[in-house]
T-cell receptor, first 120, second 107 residues
């Protein structure tokens, strides 16, 4: 059973940078890795997905502020979101994505999520 | 970007009921659709991928169908543990997008 664990600060000040890391128990290059967030009491928002190669795709609404990176030897991938505001307060989930061939089917394993509050 | 809508936004049902949730994409996505179940305070759980493929370990009372723009998640006989919020997600193209969710609660 693959396990993913988010880590990072639970409180970030407005205009600062939010940095989160996801550590994977069983990393494999055949999978994809990503981030999803959930605003309090609301639905899910796809943040981005990164391939083993380091190629990443991001939500256009966040693209100018977002960096997703991966470190396979450490079995980790990370999210960096700059210039945060209260609107970025959410539960942030990391997840594994799987697929067949060149396509992606969905997010099959998820971390427990980490609540990040943006407040001074 | 592909927009996803779901209906209804909420449904009240009883144990044993058949429940159907609809998801619609703003443009054709072939069969690149996944369904997730989320319970309060928990991470989402993958139920269905590629529109109709049951994820390993998911009870057979869950089924998915559809292609193109219209998709359906059906719970054939609702069980107490099925009361949750259900989301669809298109995986046809980046940026991936989720539907707004359908909450299934107790009647």
């Amino acid at each position: 059973q693959v396990q993913l664990q988010e880590s990072g600060p639970g409180l970030v000040k407005p205009s600062d940078t939010l940095s989160l890391t996801c550590t994977v128990s069983d990393y494999s290059s055949v999978y994809y890795w990503g981030w999803v967030r959930q605003f309090p009491g609301k639905g899910l928002e796809w943040i981005g997905t990164i391939f083993h190669s380091g190629i990443s795709y991001s939500n256009p609404s966040l693209k100018s502020r977002l960096t997703i990176s991966i470190d396979p030897p450490k079995k980790q991938f990370s999210l960096r979101l700059t210039s945060v505001t209260a609107a970025d307060t959410a539960i942030y989930y990391c997840a594994r994505l799987f697929g067949r061939g060149a396509t992606i089917d969905g997010h099959d394993y998820w971390g427990q999520g980490i609540l990040v509050t943006v407040s001074s | 970007d592909i927009q996803m809508t779901q209906s209804p936004s909420s449904v009240s049902a009883s144990v044993g009921d058949r429940v159907t949730i609809t998801c619609r994409a703003s443009q054709g996505i072939s069969s690149w659709l996944a369904w997730y179940q989320q319970k309060p305070g928990k991470a989402p759980k993958l139920l269905i991928y590629a529109a109709s493929n049951l994820q390993s370990g998911v009870p057979s009372r869950f089924s998915g169908s559809g292609s193109g723009t219209d998709f359906t998640l059906t719970i054939s006989s609702l069980q107490p543990e099925d009361f949750a919020t259900y989301y669809c997600q298109q995986a046809n193209s980046f940026p991936f997008t989720f539907g707004p969710g359908t909450k299934v609660d107790i009647k």
